[in-house]
């Protein structure tokens, strides 16, 4: 059997030992079986969490008979913008999100903690040994039998989980477009390049985290004066980008805006963004820079670096040309050009039940970023939830959708509110329902706010009740905002 140490801490803690879980008495021969189709982040969390609560999971991944323009490996799990998870700290939504997924046994955690490279305040992965590990469990686990074949089509009958994310097909997006009687909404989404370290140039660039946050191994920083930086903001905005499809009208994320749409938006634009030099001192001169371009490590022990923030839609060979402007990087050896890609996604709250079915084919969930949650672990977070949910309900369990004061939850309130225009959204902290009582200071607010959701998802996960707190412990303050 698959290293299953999340769930075995999971039912020591929690006292439920999940079906098909080896507890010393033989592995639970499944009971039910589902369908999930996508081999991405959501669709292995969803995958994973079904099979170690006896359930029989065909997983069903294109790859490698077919691939997306960003894809590039075999492997499951696949990070194809970034390898970072973003922040680890609980004051952070994305954080506590992390937590409440590794209370509850998630497989991208457990391989994240295992596969995790220095990225100061961030938690970043090596994304080829994360992807082989993730397909390693997954392909092992005596409940999981994965197919590779690519649907043109939704399944009709049986129980399906569709988590096939922003690179869905045209055909099964097309067929998801005739289920639900309305088009999903289609923008693009930008990855950033990958340069080798090598063939960085280490006298002119510099190690440092902003104000010593993690160490100085985290981070390779290339310093810009004013009057570079100006030419290479020129540079970006000028440069000859690839164009959209006379079908397709480009919308972006606005959390993952390639870096010359940015620069677009005023020639200081960046220098306060992902250029910001806040925090840092250039060992050169002794001084702030004017910006900075900061590089991510790829690997332990790095070998190559990622541009932070500088997803692109240039073209490959302005792409060459523009980047090697940042000093430090004039003869950079690109891994990985950036390039642009379709993401797709369902008007959830108005074609998704509370239990995110399909309301048109309610024999199908629907999972990760095709929801409308954007970024690797909200992906995997609703890929876990759809996963537990599922198989409680299989299991004729009471369901476990995930309370409202938690990430998860809110991540789940997400696709169920009903705006005018429904867009795509990392786990925000203005997802959470407020704290009754007075204002209070910001810090006190998260800690308090991810207090009470650890505790509801900790009492959700062992089937009791928890009091929420009353105006009386909020500690406050007149002048907090």
């Known amino acids: 059997m698959s290293a299953s140490a999340p769930t075995c801490a999971f039912a020591a803690e929690f006292g439920e030992q999940p079906r098909g879980v080896d507890s010393g008495l033989g592995y639970t021969p499944p009971m039910e079986s589902v369908t999930v189709v996508g081999g991405g982040l959501a669709g292995t969390e969803c995958a994973f969490q079904l099979a170690e609560r006896g359930v029989a999971v065909t997983l069903v991944e294109q790859k490698p008979a077919a691939r997306t323009p960003a ?16 922040g680890a700290a609980l004051a952070n939504a994305v954080g506590l999100l992390k937590e409440e997924m590794k209370r509850a046994g998630s497989l991208v955690m457990a391989v994240g903690e295992e596969t995790r490279v220095p990225a100061g305040g961030a938690f970043a992965v090596d994304r080829e040994r994360f992807s082989a590990e993730i397909t390693r469990r997954i392909q092992a686990h005596p409940g999981i039998e994965v197919v590779n074949e690519q649907l043109t089509t939704l399944p009709r009958t049986g129980q399906v989980v569709l988590a096939t994310g922003p690179l869905t097909s045209d055909a099964l997006a097309a067929d998801l477009e005739q289920v639900v009687g309305e088009a999903g909404v289609a923008y693009y989404d930008a990855i950033a390049p990958i340069v080798s370290l090598e063939s960085l140039d280490m006298e002119r660039v510099f190690r440092a985290s902003r104000y010593d946050r993690g160490g100085d191994d985290a981070y390779l920083n290339a310093a810009f004066d004013e009057q570079g930086y100006h030419a290479f903001i020129r540079a970006l905005v000028e440069a000859e980008k690839v164009p959209a499809r006379d079908f397709e009208q480009p919308r972006f994320f606005e959390g993952c805006l390639p870096v010359e749409v940015v620069a677009e938006r005023g020639p200081e634009t960046l220098a306060h963004g992902c250029m910001k030099p806040v925090g840092l001192v250039d060992p050169h001169t002794g001084e702030r820079p004017y910006a900075v371009v900061q590089l991510r490590a790829e690997d332990d022990p790095p070998t190559a670096y990622n541009l932070v923030g500088f997803q692109t839609r240039m073209t490959w060979p302005e792409q060459r040309r523009v980047l090697r402007m940042i000093p430090g990087l004039e003869s950079a050896e690109f891994l990985r050009l950036g390039t642009l890609h379709r993401n797709t996604f369902v008007r959830a709250p108005q074609v998704l039940d509370d239990e995110l079915r399909l309301r048109a084919l309610p024999n199908v969930r629907l999972a990760g970023q095709i929801t409308g949650v954007e970024g690797y672990i909200e992906s995997a977070a609703s890929g876990l939830s759809v996963g537990i949910a599922l198989a409680r309900e299989l299991r004729g369990e009471p369901a476990l959708r995930p309370p409202p004061e ?76």
């Open 71 to 86: 894809q590039q490996g075999d492997g499951l799990a696949e990070l194809v913008c970034s390898n970072s998870f973003r």
């Open 406 to 481: 938690t990430a998860l939850g809110a991540l789940w309130g997400h696709t169920r509110k009903q705006v005018p225009d429904y867009q795509p959204s990392n786990v925000i902290w203005s997802m959470f329902p407020a704290l009754p009582g007075r204002r209070m200071r910001r810090k006190l607010k998260r800690e308090r706010l991810a207090q009470r959701a650890l505790e509801a998802w900790l009492a959700a996960l062992d089937g009791r009740e928890v009091t929420p707190p009353s105006a009386d412990n909020a500690e406050a303050s007149p002048d907090s905002r």
